[in-house]
């Protein structure tokens, strides 16, 4: 035991580990496990699919392209738009930002919109075989993830009128930028897979 | 190098547990302190080990006759369905979930998990989740019925129509129990890469941070498929989809695929922290280094790799094509090779050692006993001609509880003794560690032992009745499970009273080499603090005069003063 008036000292400089500015790497696991949720049920429709005897339900032989083909279109080339967003915010240009960011908003909207009237529009259900369960399953869980992705950004454009929010680094921004990029490349599988092998 | 002077006494001790009063409110309380956390997590656990052995004895109970006497067939399907799912969801995950807290932070020397409200977040799912499963008691038509596995076309059968079912709580349950753990694997895995102390590189990790980091990658890799099968096995249950409904073009095989994807891997999230407890005690209680610590470190990720790849081991009798069961037999039997790598290295490191017989250590003697044991029975599980045979039977169930109770369940309680003054800052009395030990062993062994035979003479699992043949295996296995319920008494006593009036623990009580013996017990709120030392060294030089850390003769000074 050490006596009052002893002095202990250490002979090197003593380490520091960070405490936080993690949230990135959290936030990119995160992401990849859940790309392993779509992946899932990618596999299942392709499982189901080969083995299908009859595929789509009665009196329907496929599913019409163009409207998905718009919208493909669009959430695609956001996926640039916000990449100029960023650009904007990393060269302090707020109001640069601020535009470019809502219109990536706007044309994810857009998305979510046609992805309406083409639900809309279609002759069978949830319930109708396992085509049906599997295109409402795979549309349906995508677009919540680009309404999350649009909720996300509104909650990043308002922090954006915060004075001083973007002092400390554009962390929020940068990852909800990657959400909407996976967001992205998740939605072209699904297009292929959905659409293109009929 | 710089030389600071520093004397810990001269400077003014923060608060040590500044987010919450120190006292035991705190345990009750949203707090984001892994070490708090930690022990919310182990306590909860174990609470729900006594509820998940009391379903097990009912269920021992009712099979200590041939007929179903004591309950009703369908009741006794609900009793097992939620013995085996309590157990793994409710017990075993959050337990190790709980060490995982406590023992990862001070043993890389970080002063918390990187993101400590998720982490809170991560607990306190448990009690909600739990309420949920046990709340399917009380529903119409009683809890699930399908077994852990949930295969359809039974487990969607629904058979009273009702929407609110005890099958739907339990898939809301599981589904909650996967949002948890993959916020702790986010946690865990983040927290290992990122937050290492200065010097600690891959290679001077220790073995359970190793296996942790395995075990949390496979929880990331594979629990998002079972969450897939499981959200479109809700889909078939309540809006009437057809997934896994023949009638309706989908397939019931594919649900099985999901739920092994994730639920073979599963086990080895179970095991390979317990791995890890073994190759941190056997070191400490035989005084010798670990045996290739290399080849025990990186065989954790052999392991993850293989476990990928073997799922389909479990499903060989439900119409898996030929090429298929070879090739998953070849792969099932490739991870003996990482797995015997790791007991190799533990026997070796105990030959010529100066062994010491405390509690932790024998739980781990026995469990790896065990799981020799039961390691040889998987393996021949997965030829696929004996599997065959006693697939379904008793043999699985044993074959399994041998490794998840007699060895993960061991490991767990040689953990929890091993580090229990640690983080509790008391002694625990060795007598009644010894008694717990022998009881567990003993009834262990008495109740999962016969079942091998009782399955090879071709007893079914999941029946409340069976031929008056297997009548000598089952009574012995149900005076085993009796013997094993009556084996909680001395641990609680031994927790309870050693926590409330125990001796105060030194530092080091066990002489063991790591980073979190060099903090006080129990360790401050943040551990090191702000001056975290540097890692020259794996902790496992015993007896090789190798320094462990720079400057150590500071920290175990520093560790010695009293708050
Ligand atoms: C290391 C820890 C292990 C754990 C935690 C474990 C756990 C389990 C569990 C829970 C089951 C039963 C699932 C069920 O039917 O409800 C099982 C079955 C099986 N285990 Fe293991 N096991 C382990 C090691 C092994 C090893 C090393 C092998 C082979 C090399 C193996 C091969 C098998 C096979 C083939 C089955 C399927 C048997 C059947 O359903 O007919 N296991 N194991
Ligand atoms: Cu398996």
């Not at chain 2, 547990?17 to 309380?29: C, I």
């Not at chain 2, 990658?217 to 594979?222: P, R, V």
């Not at chain 2, 061991?410 to 009395?429: E, N, R, V």
């Amino acid at each position: 035991m050490l006596t009052e008036n002893q002095n202990l000292s250490l002979n090197h400089k003593p380490g520091h580990v960070k405490h936080d500015g993690h949230n990135m790497t959290g936030f990119i696991i995160f992401l990849c496990s859940e790309s392993i949720i779509f992946f899932a049920f990618f596999v299942g429709y392709s499982v189901l699919k080969i083995s299908a005897p009859v595929w789509y339900p009665a009196g329907i032989n496929g599913i019409d392209i163009k409207m998905p083909l718009i919208n493909t279109v669009i959430l695609v080339s956001s996926s640039f738009v916000i990449y100029f967003a960023e650009k904007y915010l990393h060269k302090k240009n707020l109001w640069g930002f601020r535009i470019i960011w809502f219109i990536t908003m706007i044309m994810g909207s857009y998305f979510v919109y046609g992805q309406y009237v083409e639900w809309s529009e279609l002759t069978f259900s949830l319930q109708s075989g396992a085509f049906g369960g599997m295109f409402y399953l795979l549309t349906g869980f995508h677009g919540l993830h680009v309404i999350t992705g649009i909720l996300l950004m509104g909650l990043m454009l308002f922090r954006s009128f915060i004075p001083d929010n973007y002092k400390g680094g554009e962390m929020g921004v940068e990852s909800v930028s990657l959400f909407w990029h996976f967001v992205d490349v998740i939605w072209i599988i699904l297009f292929g897979l959905i659409y293109l092998w009929q | 190098m710089t030389i600071v002077n520093y004397d810990p006494r001269l400077v003014k001790t923060k608060n040590p547990y500044p987010k919450g009063p120190n006292d035991w409110k705190r345990f009750f309380s949203f707090n984001t302190d892994a070490k708090v956390i930690g022990i919310q997590y182990i306590v909860t656990a174990l609470f729900f080990l006594l509820i998940g052995g009391l379903l097990g004895m009912l269920i021992r109970g009712e099979l200590i006759t041939p007929p179903s006497d004591l309950f009703d067939p369908t009741v006794y399907n609900g009793l097992y369905t939620m013995h085996g799912t309590i157990m793994l969801f409710l017990f075993l995950f959050p337990i190790l979930s709980g060490l995982t807290n406590l023992l990862v932070p001070p043993m890389i020397g970080a002063p918390d998990m990187a993101f400590p409200k998720l982490n809170a977040l991560a607990f306190w799912l448990v009690p909600v989740f739990s309420i949920i499963l046990l709340l399917s008691f009380f529903v119409p038509g009683g809890p699930a019925s399908s077994g852990w596995w949930s295969y359809p076309p039974i487990s969607i059968q629904n058979p009273l129509g009702k929407v609110l079912n005890g099958e739907m709580l339990w898939i809301i349950a599981i589904s909650l129990s996967g949002i948890s753990s993959i916020i702790g694997a986010v946690n865990f895995v983040t927290t290992i890469i990122r937050m290492r102390a200065p010097g600690m590189g891959f290679f001077k990790m220790p073995i359970f941070i190793w296996t942790v980091l395995a075990a949390q990658l496979l929880q990331l890799l594979g629990l998002p498929a079972l969450t897939g099968g499981a959200i479109m096995l809700f889909f078939d249950l309540t809006f009437g989809t057809s997934f896994f409904r023949v009638e309706g073009g989908g397939d019931p095989v594919l649900f099985q695929h999901f739920f092994w994807f994730y639920s073979h891997p599963a086990v080895y999230v179970m095991v390979l922290p317990v791995f890890g407890i073994f190759s941190e005690l056997f070191p400490v209680y035989s005084r010798k280094p670990l045996f290739g610590y290399k080849f025990v470190a990186v065989a954790s990720f052999g392991i993850t790799i293989l476990s990928l790849v073997v799922w389909v081991h479990h499903m060989f009798y439900t119409g898996t094509p030929m090429w298929m069961r070879n090739l998953f037999m070849f792969t099932t039997m490739l991870i003996a090779v990482p797995t015997g790598v790791k007991v190799f290295a533990w026997i070796a490191t105990l030959w010529g050692g100066n062994i010491r017989l405390s509690t932790p250590m024998l739980f781990c003697l026995g469990g790896l006993f065990n799981f020799i044991f039961g390691g040889i029975t998987g393996v021949m599980l997965a030829t696929v001609p004996v599997d065959i045979h006693v697939g379904n039977t008793y043999f699985v169930v044993a074959h399994f509880h041998y490794i998840i109770f007699n060895t993960i369940a061991f490991g767990i309680f040689a953990a929890i003794y091993h580090w229990f003054p640690k983080f509790t800052g008391k002694m625990f009395y060795e007598g009644l560690g010894k008694v717990h030990f022998a009881l567990t062993f003993i009834g262990a062994t008495l109740n999962w032992l016969p079942l091998h035979w009782a399955g090879l003479l071709g007893m079914p699992r999941r029946v409340a009745s069976y031929d008056p043949e297997f009548a000598i295996w089952n009574v012995l296995a149900s005076v085993g499970a009796f013997i094993l319920g009556v084996a909680s008494i001395p641990f609680i006593l031994n927790m309870v009273s050693s926590w409330v009036r125990g001796k105060p623990a030194p530092p080091n009580p066990w002489k063991a080499i790591g980073l979190e013996w060099l903090l006080p017990s129990p360790p401050p709120h943040e551990n090191f603090e702000e001056d975290i030392p540097t890692v020259l060294n794996e902790p496992y030089c015993y007896g090789l005069n190798k320094p462990f850390v720079e400057d150590e003769q500071f920290y175990i000074e520093k560790s010695l003063i009293k708050h």
